[in-house]
């Protein structure tokens, strides 16, 4: 189960199309990261650095938005309801610093690998009347296509199923609000809720927002409730602070039966006798926060093989203990069924030829225009029209400014012209 591509156009700061691309390029170092899946070679990690601003979020925001479409696309409605889910497309979507813009469309488009080892392209346009476009193909060895779903404008075409009742089924309840894949999978069409399935599975997390940090604090897995992963819970948190020796659980009063009802509590030794001090979560340092709550999701994505999208993965996080993270992606022991981890970082410290490849590290830069651009390094050339070498000092290089992507900087004076004239 592995993403290979990622292709998205007219998306809030990206007016073309862009792709992020997950297949590893012909290039020498660091051959233990590449995984093969199927016939294809394939990264466990990516990179993607850049200015404020420049678009970094919105790549991962991209995918989050086609997330959120294929898992919730059964419940939209364009009308107000209480049942329903607003339509999402929204002038917020799509790229918007173009006044009457000649694509008011956006598209989206996955090539992924299932279990069964075949590889697949999903994809769909949406525009402010619904889902205009969607399709799902099977790609061949031969790299032609085989049309599973076809849909074009608002109306289903083609769906390739041996159950006639189920393409009735698919063709009387669908409305242009929703997606065929998603409409499928909900009837219980086996191949279908597969695909969904994998969708359902990618997480997303955005440590750029204040409120996901104190949520997902509250969220305890039920395996962590149990004990069943307290010896891989304590061998984690002893990777990153030696002076946590235990902890525990306490379900919190008047809340819920479910994750929310559950606070994690640290145990330390004593300085000065042999007893044990509780800490809450909130009473622990950031950093400890923060990788306690990736702990939830690194373990499940983990043991699924599942990507995984973080927004400033580096954010409270020391730059050696961010590298551990990477080497358990990238080493096949501790990640052997293929888990793929896409983060956004400021992190230059990383771009070191001995901890990212060069097509696992990439760029996005926003032009005058306001328009961002998405490339990886190994994909860019110099003034000189060469692609950059395997020995060059990534990190001085990209502060420099050689690779882009990097904020136009000028002196910040904050004064008033009466007080400079005092100095």
Same mark, same amino acid.
């Given at each position: 189960?592995?993403?290979?591509?990622?292709?998205?156009?007219?998306?809030?700061?990206?007016?073309?199309?862009?792709?992020?691309?997950?297949?590893?390029?012909?290039?020498?170092?660091?051959?233990?990261?590449?995984?093969?899946?199927?016939?294809?070679?394939?990264?466990?990690?990516?990179?993607?650095?850049?200015?404020?601003?420049?678009?970094?979020?919105?790549? !991962?925001?991209?995918?989050?938005?086609?997330?959120?479409?294929?898992?919730?696309?059964?419940?939209?409605?364009?009308?107000?309801?209480?049942?329903?889910?607003?339509?999402?497309?929204?002038?917020?979507?799509?790229?918007?610093?173009?006044?009457?813009?000649?694509?008011?469309?956006?598209?989206?488009?996955? %090539?992924?690998?299932?279990?069964?080892?075949?590889?697949?392209?999903?994809?769909?346009?949406?525009?402010?009347?619904?889902?205009?476009?969607?399709?799902?193909?099977?790609?061949?060895?031969?790299?032609?296509?085989?049309?599973?779903?076809?849909?074009?404008?608002?109306?289903?075409?083609?769906?390739?199923?041996?159950?006639?009742?189920?393409?009735?089924?698919?063709?009387?309840?669908?409305?242009?609000?929703?997606?065929?894949?998603?409409?499928?999978?909900?009837?219980?069409?086996?191949?279908?809720?597969?695909?969904?399935?994998?969708?359902?599975? !990618?997480?997303?997390?955005?440590?750029?927002?204040?409120?996901?940090? !104190?949520?997902?604090?509250?969220?305890?897995?039920?395996?962590?409730? %149990?004990?069943?992963?307290?010896?891989?819970?304590?061998?984690?948190?002893?990777?990153?602070?030696?002076?946590?020796?235990?902890?525990?659980?306490?379900?919190?009063?008047?809340?819920?039966?479910?994750?929310?009802?559950?606070?994690?509590?640290?145990?330390?030794?004593?300085?000065?006798?042999?007893?044990?001090?509780?800490?809450?979560?909130?009473?622990?340092?950031?950093?400890?926060?923060?990788?306690? %709550?990736?702990?939830?999701?690194?373990?499940?994505?983990?043991?699924?093989?599942?990507?995984?999208?973080?927004?400033?993965?580096?954010?409270?996080?020391?730059?050696?203990?961010?590298?551990?993270?990477?080497?358990?992606?990238?080493?096949?022991?501790?990640?052997?069924?293929?888990?793929?981890?896409?983060?956004?970082?400021?992190?230059?410290?990383?771009?070191?030829?001995?901890?990212?490849?060069?097509?696992?590290?990439?760029?996005?830069?926003?032009?005058?225009?306001?328009?961002?651009?998405?490339?990886?390094?190994?994909?860019?050339?110099?003034?000189?029209?060469?692609?950059?070498?395997?020995?060059?000092?990534?990190?001085?290089?990209?502060?420099?400014?050689?690779?882009?992507? !990097?904020?136009?900087?000028?002196?910040?004076?904050?004064?008033?012209?009466?007080?400079?004239?005092?100095?």
């Amino acid at each position: 189960i592995m993403l290979l591509q990622f292709t998205f156009k007219n998306f809030r700061s990206f007016k073309d199309e862009n792709i992020l691309d997950m297949r590893a390029a012909k290039v020498t170092e660091l051959s233990y990261h590449v995984r093969k899946a199927g016939k294809e070679k394939v990264l466990p990690i990516t990179a993607v650095y850049g200015a404020n601003a420049s678009g970094k979020s919105n790549v !991962i925001g991209a995918l989050s938005f086609m997330v959120m479409c294929v898992t919730n696309s059964v419940m939209f409605s364009s009308e107000n309801n209480n049942t329903a889910l607003k339509f999402p497309y929204t002038d917020n979507v799509r790229f918007s610093l173009i006044n009457n813009n000649d694509e008011t469309y956006s598209t989206f488009e996955t %090539t992924f690998i299932l279990p069964n080892k075949k590889r697949y392209l999903y994809g769909f346009k949406i525009d402010k009347n619904g889902f205009k476009d969607e399709w799902l193909k099977l790609i061949k060895a031969n790299n032609e296509y085989n049309d599973i779903i076809v849909r074009k404008n608002y109306k289903l075409i083609n769906y390739k199923t041996k159950k006639t009742k189920m393409e009735v089924n698919i063709k009387t309840s669908l409305s242009n609000t929703s997606l065929v894949l998603s409409l499928g999978a909900m009837l219980k069409d086996k191949f279908l809720m597969a695909v969904h399935n994998w969708f359902s599975n !990618i997480t997303i997390i955005n440590f750029g927002e204040p409120l996901i940090d !104190i949520i997902s604090q509250s969220i305890v897995s039920e395996d962590l409730i %149990t004990g069943k992963l307290k010896n891989i819970f304590l061998n984690y948190l002893a990777s990153f602070d030696s002076s946590i020796i235990d902890y525990s659980i306490e379900k919190q009063l008047n809340e819920g039966d479910n994750g929310h009802a559950y606070r994690i509590y640290t145990h330390h030794k004593m300085l000065n006798n042999n007893g044990i001090k509780k800490l809450s979560l909130q009473n622990e340092s950031s950093g400890t926060q923060k990788m306690i %709550t990736l702990f939830m999701h690194f373990h499940r994505v983990i043991q699924g093989g599942y990507p995984i999208f973080i927004d400033e993965l580096n954010a409270k996080l020391h730059p050696l203990l961010v590298r551990l993270l990477l080497n358990m992606f990238s080493n096949p022991e501790t990640n052997p069924n293929n888990a793929q981890l896409i983060f956004t970082t400021h992190d230059s410290w990383l771009m070191k030829k001995d901890i990212l490849r060069r097509d696992e590290i990439w760029f996005t830069d926003k032009n005058i225009n306001g328009v961002s651009e998405l490339y990886s390094l190994v994909e860019f050339k110099d003034n000189k029209g060469k692609n950059i070498r395997n020995d060059e000092n990534y990190e001085k290089n990209y502060l420099l400014g050689k690779y882009g992507a !990097i904020p136009n900087l000028s002196l910040i004076n904050l004064l008033d012209k009466d007080d400079n004239n005092g100095i």
